[in-house]
């Protein structure tokens, strides 16, 4: 045999082992995320998802090792958004930003959805459970208790106007079936996005919104708005002085809990491993002091669960709103 044949002999059985031993580490080493990862809001740039979302990306982004682009598709109550997301490739770097309305209570709205909200999506992880509270504009309705708010209504059928955030979304939802429960006529006024649902509240054009705390709170204590009861089951710790609306003794409101959440959601077909990586890192960003701080300090609550747990909580939400939009009559098309 040839010197250099009898080397390479030599040295073959040192390079196998080497390679061998450094397999393990290559199949154990991450190949995702390789590039910047892609979640599509929603709802539009100010609104209460939105602003939720900023105060997670970069931290989620460090988590993941690769940045979070947030891209913003709103319109149609989040369906633009879930249906861009649906059809998009199921390799973990599109997601969607879900709510109790765009991945609940829109099943049972639309009937002709182009997408099927259970099916075509996996539940990768909740962020927050959000309440809402009955904001109102004194000078278009003065009152200060909840019961006054029902007895004028009341007394006035189809003179108040509420704002919403759009067709379909919780803020709609919440007062739909706040109005079902205790017996008012009201004129709904849809708007694109929280941002112009709140400036017309402020601008008198509609009387009141159930909008979400985090989204009121500036305008509550300068005092340009009124709160009159929360929708969560409990008192919110950043507004402690405001009721709950089950606690007003009202016919009709007792039990009554019509707190949302916001969730991200991937394409079916997603790897369960790229999905529960994404979970890992959100639960690693909520469970930061500084971050969970700041974001129940606007009103929310950080819920932390499994991608299976939050697949039975979206299945029972969904539930749960299907007999709300029933109750109430409601229907967008």
């Not at 100010?46 to 602003?51: A, I, K, L, N, R």
């Not at 709103?74 to 369906?79: E, I, K, S, V």
């Not at 949302?260 to 790229?274: D, V």
Request: glycine share 8%; with cysteine.
């Amino acid at each position: 045999m040839p010197p250099l044949l009898r080397r390479l002999a030599r040295l073959l059985p040192a390079c196998l082992l080497s390679l061998a031993t450094s397999l393990p580490a290559l199949a154990q080493s991450p190949d995702w995320p390789t590039r910047p990862i892609t979640v599509v809001m929603t709802f539009p740039a100010g609104s209460g998802v939105d602003v939720v979302a900023r105060q997670i990306q970069e931290p989620l982004g460090k988590a993941l090792g690769q940045p979070i682009i947030i891209d913003y598709k709103p319109g149609a109550a989040g369906n633009i958004a879930s249906e861009f997301v649906a059809r998009a490739r199921p390799d973990g770097y599109t997601l969607v930003f879900g709510t109790a309305a765009t991945h609940g209570s829109n099943a049972a709205l639309y009937r002709k959805l182009p997408f099927d909200v259970e099916t075509d999506f996996v539940p990768v992880a909740p962020i927050l459970d959000v309440s809402n509270v009955l904001t109102i504009n004194p000078e278009v309705i003065n009152v200060r208790t909840l019961k006054e708010f029902v007895d004028t209504v009341k007394a006035n059928p189809g003179k108040y106007n509420f704002a919403s955030t759009g067709n379909g979304t919780g803020t709609h939802m919440a007062f739909a079936e706040f109005n079902s429960r205790v017996g008012l006529d009201m004129v709904h006024v849809p708007y694109k996005g929280g941002p112009e649902a709140m400036a017309s509240v402020l601008r008198g054009e509609t009387c009141c919104i159930m909008n979400q705390v985090q989204t009121v709170l500036a305008q509550y204590k300068a005092e340009k708005v009124r709160l009159l009861g929360v929708t969560t089951s409990k008192r919110v710790s950043a507004v402690p002085e405001v009721p709950t609306i089950a606690d007003s003794g009202l016919p009709g409101t007792r039990g009554f809990d019509s707190s949302i959440w916001f969730g991200l959601f991937a394409p079916k077909g997603t790897e369960p491993k790229i999905v529960a990586r994404i979970n890992a890192a959100l639960r690693q960003v909520l469970e930061t002091p500084e971050i969970r701080t700041r974001l129940e300090s606007a009103g929310n609550s950080v819920r932390i669960e499994s991608p299976e747990q939050f697949r039975a909580t979206v299945k029972a939400n969904r539930a749960k709103w299907a007999e709300v939009v029933r109750s109430a009559n409601i229907s967008i098309d």
